[in-house]
Nanobody, 125 residues
């Protein structure tokens, strides 16, 4: 049974930091693309970062470049989103999502098949 479990959300003041974790189980971890998405009420879901575990390639949304970092720990089957210099506009529910890659290039599919329950991040000014 595949499962994604997020943790690490919370409330911080602007300029602060949080690290989100996404623990994956039931997968061959190296074949995964894992993305971090966020959503605020009334708006669509936005991908902020993604990583291809097998190749190590990462991609960050322009709005978080230089502030967020995505990384992975294969020993723990966990993907992290380190969020620094947080802004009030980063406030959202954050979700991790995964999809198993069938190819070995460094691209990730546009659609993700499995989703976690989400963790709330609130940044106050």
């Amino acid at each position: 049974q595949v499962q994604l479990r997020e943790s690490g959300g919370g409330s911080v003041q602007a300029g602060g930091s949080l690290r989100l974790s996404c623990a994956a189980s039931g997968y061959t971890f190296s074949r995964l693309c894992v993305g971090w998405f966020r959503q605020v009420p009334g708006k669509g879901r936005e991908r902020v970062a993604r990583i291809y575990i097998g190749g190590g390639s990462t991609l960050l949304h322009d709005s978080v470049q230089g502030r967020f970092t995505i990384s992975q720990d294969s020993d723990k089957n966990t993907v992290y989103l380190q969020m620094n210099s947080l802004k009030p506009e980063d406030t959202a529910m954050y979700y991790c999502a995964a999809v198993v890659k069938s190819s070995t290039n460094n691209n990730c599919p546009s659609s993700y098949t499995d989703w976690g329950q989400g963790t709330q991040v609130t940044v106050s000014s």
